[in-house]
């Protein structure tokens, strides 16, 4: 008995019907994508994309981290990237509090000190998310023959506006 049983049990029923045995784990439709963690992305799906077509990597806000654009390297030499997308989000905790904010909540929730937690938060979300795209686009092993664009995800009408 697990704790996890239920997700078990779906995952039998996915396996079922498995039809991604064999498959090479590049990206088929040539994307990679950064978004945030939030669980109202449906990364995919919102590209009208399906599994095997894309790298995606994410975390809070959606941001160009150094283990982001390690995957970004990975994906361009080796995984037939040839698109890049950042994609941070609209309401998205990581632009709507301050850090000193976030370690209230976290601390308040697990009863202890989270102030030495760090969070990075975004003062400006448009801002930071040209400075992420110029990362990518800099970056050394990234050739410019790879698209590099950034994208606001706006939660509430699903639409993607490109800002850079
Ligand atoms: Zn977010």
Same mark, same amino acid.
């Given at each position: 008995?697990?704790?996890?049983?239920?997700?078990?049990?779906?995952?039998?029923?996915?396996?079922?019907?498995?039809?991604?045995?064999?498959?090479?784990?590049?990206? &088929?439709?040539?994307?990679?994508?950064?978004?945030?963690?939030?669980?109202?992305?449906? +990364?995919?799906?919102?590209?009208?994309?399906? $599994?095997?077509?894309?790298?995606?990597?994410?975390?809070?806000?959606?941001?160009?981290?150094?283990?982001?654009?390690?995957?970004?390297?990975?994906?361009? &030499?080796?995984?037939?990237?040839?698109?890049?997308?950042?994609?941070? &989000?609209?309401?998205? $905790?990581? $632009?709507?509090?301050?850090?000193?904010?976030?370690?209230?909540?976290?601390?308040?929730?697990?009863?202890?000190?989270?102030?030495?937690? +760090?969070?990075?938060?975004?003062?400006?979300?448009?801002?930071?998310?040209?400075?992420?795209?110029?990362? !990518?686009?800099? &970056? +050394?092993? !990234? +050739?410019?023959?790879?698209? !590099?664009?950034?994208?606001?995800?706006?939660?509430?009408?699903?639409?993607?506006?490109?800002?850079?």
């Amino acid at each position: 008995m697990s704790d996890f049983d239920d997700l078990l049990q779906a995952n039998r029923a996915f396996a079922d019907t498995f039809d991604l045995g064999g498959f090479d784990g590049k990206a &088929h439709a040539g994307i990679a994508l950064v978004t945030c963690m939030d669980s109202r992305i449906d +990364p995919l799906r919102m590209l009208g994309l399906t $599994a095997g077509d894309a790298k995606i990597f994410r975390n809070p806000g959606g941001r160009v981290t150094p283990q982001a654009l390690e995957a970004l390297v990975l994906g361009v &030499h080796l995984l037939k990237v040839n698109r890049v997308l950042i994609v941070p &989000h609209t309401r998205c $905790a990581v $632009a709507t509090n301050t850090e000193a904010e976030l370690r209230e909540k976290v601390g308040a929730s697990a009863g202890i000190d989270a102030s030495w937690q +760090p969070f990075p938060v975004v003062a400006d979300q448009v801002a930071a998310l040209g400075e992420d795209v110029q990362k !990518v686009r800099s &970056h +050394p092993l !990234v +050739p410019d023959s790879v698209e !590099v664009g950034g994208f606001l995800y706006d939660v509430d009408t699903g639409l993607l506006g490109q800002q850079y």
